[in-house]
């Protein structure tokens, strides 16, 4: 719900300002300094009587297009009890500046927080310029929000580099978000994140940190208590005021392997009870996410799979391969059934579409789960994961043709808790059979913990034989760092030493690269 725009366009900005902003990097979080007090040009919201500390959730920013951004914030004085806001809309008034310290202000308005939606904000943001960074906050009554960095996308014929993390997967009760601290240090563009914002599951008494409440989510207010949980931990709140967030849902913002509108356990959920909670799930996903009014959900429906361009160089599609997909089998001749999908008709014509029309160099796909091939048992045979693209044989065979009439596919995917990097194969049914792409399942930021590697290793290794298009396994906790130009993208595994401390010293496991025209990917 954008507030009325006003302001000039920007002009270059400092080059002190973004070297500030990295250095300051508690400002996403602490005190807004005595002189940024006051946000001129915006007149006072008319009512102070406001709890105090309304801005505890701190700001992020999404969706980045050439011309806007997405600028988000909830008023959540008592995050972990429905938010405690009284119940009526609130003015919050919104700057966006070229400076960090706001002298250059560019846009500015307000938007009214309201209580049907968590007294979240959404503003999109237009008419600034291409790839160019800005800085903005919020103000309700006398209080004003933490500030935060955004970045345009690239203009649509620009062809320069890009950086982008790849996250996932981060489940609060297995360990702290420390590798948000190292992504902060790395300072991407852009992050992705694909899917297990939060986790679902009930509070444990032997958690590194314990869940709030006292069972699962069900109702939207226990949603927005989870949610409002998650975004207090103080990297998340870092690395969401330092780049844009282009964001979608695995199974556990809902419910563990749900499909459709079928939860994991039929017999306990009934039909009615799961679409309850998917409304209740929808609805708090959007309202804790940086993302356009085209995902507010409507019931148990929120559109969420979607398109963003990073001029000539990159386009990203987003898939949901929760909502539209079969439920999931339980054979493998079950999973080699024509009439599964994953994707659904409609996202499937605008995935190919999308492909097929692109005009980038490089095409990324971001897919919650694996799609690349893991075959678990060692020697003759298969054994699938059902609940993975493998589970959907034939939609994925048949996306492995379309990629290779594509040019440079890159899937970028989460799930597993695991770094698994592959190719993709155009069948992998038949070793002999060519690469077609390639393939990074992003380790977890916390999910599994600090996980015995040599349990790993134990599971694992056996099963490289059966898998020759795996190219790196690895479990330990972290993220994957992209760089993104016209002749190839190199990647690296960050890592941490461990997620149950507060802190840890990160490193990079590996370093990888894919070559423009040569589909794969390789060691380095």
């Known amino acids: 719900m954008p507030g009325q725009a006003t302001g000039s366009q920007p002009s270059d900005r400092s080059p002190s300002d973004r070297r500030q902003f990295l250095a300051a990097g508690a400002a996403a979080v ?18 102070p009587a406001l709890p105090s500390g309304v801005f505890t959730l701190g700001v992020s920013s999404g969706d980045p297009l050439p011309d806007g ?38 846009r500015q308005g307000t938007a009214q927080a309201l209580p049907v939606l968590g007294h979240s904000v959404h503003v999109d943001v237009r008419g600034l310029r291409p790839h160019r960074e800005y800085w903005y906050r919020f103000r309700a009554a006398d209080q004003i929000s933490p500030v935060g960095r955004t970045r345009t996308a690239p203009a649509p014929n620009a062809a320069g580099p890009l950086r982008l993390a790849l996250a996932s997967c981060q489940n609060w009760q297995h360990g702290y978000f420390t590798p948000y601290a190292d992504m902060a240090e790395q300072d991407p563009d852009a992050v992705l994140f694909v899917g297990d914002y939060i986790y679902e599951s009930s509070p444990s008494a032997t958690a590194v940190r314990r869940h709030e409440g006292n ?60 679409v309850a909670r998917l409304t209740a799930a929808y609805q708090a996903f959007y309202e804790h996410m940086p993302v356009r009014a085209t995902a507010v959900p409507g019931g148990p429906h929120i559109k ?40 659904g008709a409609e996202q499937k014509r605008w995935l190919l579409d999308g492909l097929h029309r692109s005009p980038a160099r490089w095409n990324l796909i971001g897919s919650q789960i694996m799609m690349a091939e893991t075959d678990r048992l060692a020697g003759p045979g298969k ?77 694992f290794d056996p099963l490289v034989p059966d898998n020759p ?56």
């Open 383 to 459: 054994l699938w994961f059902y609940d993975a693209w493998d589970g959907y044989q034939v939609e994925r065979n048949a996306l492995m043709a379309e990629f290779a009439q594509v040019r440079n596919p890159v899937v970028l995917s989460g799930d597993r808790h695991l770094t698994m990097i592959s190719d993709l194969k155009r069948d992998f049914a038949d070793p002999a059979s060519p690469v077609v792409g390639a393939e990074f399942v992003g380790t977890s930021i916390t999910s599994n913990g600090d996980q015995d590697q040599d349990a790993f290793h134990a599971e």
């Open 69 to 106: 951004v997405v600028l988000w914030t909830r008023l959540a004085p008592d995050p972990l009890n429905g938010g405690g806001m009284p119940d009526r809309p609130v003015d919050v008034a919104w700057q966006v500046a070229e400076d960090s310290r706001f002298r250059r202000i560019v």
């Open 304 to 343: 969420m799979y979607r398109s963003l361009d990073f001029g000539r160089l990159a386009r990203l599609q987003v898939l949901d391969t929760r909502q539209y997909r079969s439920d999931q089998v339980t054979t493998q001749e079950g999973a080699q059934s024509p009439l599964l999908t994953m994707l």
């Open 215 to 274: 069972g699962e989510p069900y109702s939207l207010v226990q949603y927005r208590n989870r949610y409002a949980q998650y975004r207090t931990d103080p990297d998340l709140l870092r690395m969401h005021a330092q780049a844009p967030w282009i964001v979608t849902f695995d199974d556990h913002e809902v419910d563990n392997d749900w499909a459709g509108e079928i939860p994991q356990d039929p017999d306990k959920q009934s039909h009615d009870a799961f």
């Open 469 to 524: 298009h795996w190219k790196l396994l690895d479990a330990h906790r972290g993220y994957h760092l992209f760089d993104i130009d016209r002749g190839g993208i190199d990647a690296q595994v960050r890592i941490v030493d461990t997620v149950t401390q507060p802190r840890s010293a990160a490193r990079t496991l590996a370093r990888l690269r894919v070559e423009n025209g040569r589909p794969g990917v390789d060691l380095v």
């Open 30 to 47: 602490g005190a807004v300094a005595v002189g940024q007090l006051a946000l001129a040009g915006t007149a006072r919201a008319a009512d």
